[in-house]
């Protein structure tokens, strides 16, 4: 595997990690009121998943990956991205939803900080959607787009801390 091929598939990969990307931080504009869990708690006596993740933004983050997905689908004349922007869109949700109740488990509270499950949750999950259409993701390529996705995470949050969408920088 050379530099040249590395590189050629970074930049595939980015492409196609867009679309979660996007479903990831699409909730944070539209606030929901209806947690997923429904306000129940698990058995360990914490909420499942708590009031940040509610119906709304999980349809949002589908969505809105998936109205990415068309618009790559369209650029690239490619109807191959309409799936991904689909599977990105809900393998972010997914993700987050799973690290919320990974949080939760583990005695965090609503907002507090865990670095990397925070910053890797939705682009973990959305690489199994991936692998499973299989796309094609070589190991280094890979690493290299969790490091973009890490850094542009903290970048975006405290963007959206700075503009008023979020009340925590992170």
Known sequence: MD???????????????L???????????????????????FIDGYRILGDGKTVEGFIVGVLAGT??????????????????????GLGAMLG???????KR?????????VLFLDQL?????????????????NPISLLLIYVTIFLLHILTNRLAHKTGLKNVPY
């Not at 987050?96 to 990974?102: C, K, L, R």
């Open 3 to 17: 530099v040249a091929e590395v590189t050629r598939n970074y930049l595939y990969l980015f492409i196609v990690f």
């Open 19 to 41: 679309p979660a990307m996007v479903a990831n931080g699409s909730p944070v504009v539209f606030k929901g009121k209806n947690p997923l869990d429904m306000g129940k708690n």
């Open 67 to 88: 109205i990415f997905g068309v618009i790559e689908a369209a650029v690239a004349w490619d109807t191959r991205y309409i799936a991904i922007g689909f599977l990105g």
């Open 96 to 102: 987050d939803v799973t690290g919320s109740f990974i």
């Open 105 to 113: 488990r583990l005695g965090y509270k609503r907002g507090q900080p």
């Open 121 to 137: 949750d939705f682009a973990l999950c959305t690489t199994v959607f991936y692998y499973l259409y299989d796309i094609e993701m």
